[in-house]
T-cell receptor, first 112, second 115 residues
Framework: SQELEQSPQSLIVQEGKNLTINCTSSKTLYGLYWYKQKYGEGLIFLMM?????EEKSHEKITAKLDEKKQQSSLHITASQPSHAGIYLCGADILGGSEKLVFGKGTKLTVNP | NAGVTQTPKFRVLKTGQSMTLLCAQD?????MYWYRQDPGMGLRLIHY???????AKGEVPDGYNVSRLKKQNFLLGLESAAPSQTSVYFC??????????????FGEGSRLTVL
């Protein structure tokens, strides 16, 4: 969706490095989702954020939703080859419409 | 638990042929979605449904029709397939409102090729 912008489009990092992926909108984000997709496979749920300022972590992945609820970031600490894949953010940007749209994704490559 | 099941998983069509993709969920979810995924485009919403008997257009509805006659099933139809509809299609479901619950459950995807 053009209403959800993800950056960067692709990212290549060396194993062990930290990285951040961003998801932004000019509209308020309601129910912000992060998913991971291994190449050619299905989607793996990572986290969902709802409240402004909310932060959640799972293993070495942390996601935050800013106070204005217009930007979310996904941070990976000490990246590993297993983190490689496409990361997608999705949200209900109309609030109550239940129309869940997604960004174009960020392709992450982690070199050993 | 089966979760969200999509059939078929692979299909090759000729231009102009019709077909239906079936999405079935056994979790009693109210809301169901159909997305298509193309390289570099992320997931684009085709149609969605917030309950049995209801459907609504998403971002890219043209060339597709949907029906939700039963709560557990959400059908995506292509009346006259075009090469531009070559894609991977994903179905997803959620119990009710986005803000009320967490995970959006996805099916494994259906790969459609239109020649």
């Amino acid at each position: 969706s053009q209403e959800l912008e993800q950056s960067p489009q692709s990212l290549i990092v060396q194993e062990g490095k930290n990285l951040t992926i961003n998801c932004t909108s000019s509209k308020t984000l309601y129910g912000l989702y992060w998913y991971k997709q291994k190449y050619g496979e299905g989607l793996i749920f990572l986290m969902m954020l709802q409240k402004g300022g909310e932060e959640k972590s799972h293993e070495k992945i942390t996601a935050k939703l800013d106070e204005k609820k217009q930007q979310s970031s996904l941070h990976i600490t000490a990246s590993q080859p297993s983190h490689a894949g496409i990361y997608l953010c999705g949200a209900d940007i109309l609030g109550g419409s239940e129309k869940l749209v997604f960004g174009k994704g960020t392709k992450l490559t982690v070199n050993p | 638990n089966a979760g969200v099941t999509q059939t078929p998983k692979f299909r090759v069509l000729k231009t102009g042929q019709s077909m239906t993709l079936l999405c079935a969920q056994d979790m009693n979810h109210e809301y169901m979605y159909w997305y298509r995924q193309d390289p570099g485009m992320g997931l684009r919403l085709i149609h969605y449904s917030v309950g049995e008997g209801t459907t609504a257009k998403g971002e890219v509805p043209d060339g597709y029709n949907v029906s939700r006659l039963k709560k557990q099933n959400f059908l995506l139809g292509l009346e006259s397939a075009a090469p531009s509809q070559t894609s991977v299609y994903f179905c997803a479901s959620i119990p009710r409102g986005v803000r009320a619950v967490g995970e959006l459950f996805f099916g494994e995807g259906s790969r459609l090729t239109v020649l």
